[in-house]
């Protein structure tokens, strides 16, 4: 298996623009996370996935970010407009609850997001 | 609000040194306790606590949970220069939310 795939993996942008980041998780993981890295808030949870369906979205910082998930094995996560505040690393993950490693996270490289 | 914190923020050893990553954390509804390492990408899983006063080894890695006080240590012993990374803990509650502290960043000196 490939593992966890996000694109694009650098993406620098200006404000205002919109910004939609992707994300496929490993084939048979039916639960799906994305986060955000800084340096100032660390590792953030935005919202999370089970069998496509959002769980808790309560991570999303405001209303400019969207996250959706039309099929097992795709999600996006939208900034609509985006800001310079929004630079970050923005990680997407997949675990699966039914097997032995159910608590293991397997993280996509990431994009890192610059808005300027 | 729930929440994980971690200390030090960052620590710099020889190698050699043995250290202690500490980890407290104020979740309802707990569930379990995670590591991770990341170095310069993705973090990767290390360990996952549910039990007080388990130990968890990988190596020269082990870790602990202490539920009562709601802590838990990670323990690197005879570190090398590849143990360099940020280490994360994290909480996890019945829900399956994961609450991530900050970071441990961790250098070893040659």
């Known amino acids: 298996d490939a593992g966890v795939i996000q694109s694009p993996r650098h993406e620098v942008t200006e404000m205002g623009q919109e910004v939609t980041l992707r994300c496929k998780p490993i084939?048979?993981?039916?639960?799906l996370f994305w986060y955000r890295q800084t340096m100032m808030r660390g590792l953030e949870l935005l919202i999370y996935?089970?069998?496509?369906?959002?769980?808790?979205d309560s991570g999303m910082p405001e209303d400019r970010f969207s996250a959706k998930m039309p099929n097992a094995s795709f999600s996006t996560l939208k900034i609509q407009p985006s800001e310079p505040r929004d630079s970050a690393v923005y990680f997407c993950a997949s675990t699966s609850k039914g097997t032995a490693n159910r608590y293991e996270q397997f993280f996509g490289p990431g994009t890192r997001l610059t808005v300027l | 609000e729930d929440k994980v914190v971690q200390s030090p923020l960052s620590l710099v050893v020889h190698e050699g040194d043995t250290v202690t990553l500490n980890c407290s954390y104020e979740v309802t509804n707990f569930r379990s306790l995670l590591w991770y390492k990341q170095e310069k990408k993705a973090p990767t899983f290390l360990f996952m606590l549910?039990?007080?006063?388990i130990e968890k080894k990988s190596g020269r890695l082990s870790s602990i949970l202490d539920k009562k006080e709601l802590f838990s240590i990670l323990n690197i012993t005879a570190t090398q220069t590849g143990d360099s990374a940020i280490y994360l803990c994290a909480a996890e509650n019945r829900d399956d939310k994961i609450i991530f502290g900050k970071g441990t960043r961790l250098h070893i000196l040659p």
């Open positions: 996935f089970n069998n496509n369906v959002p769980i808790d």
């Open positions: 084939s048979g993981h039916d639960y």
């Open positions: 549910t039990s007080s006063g």
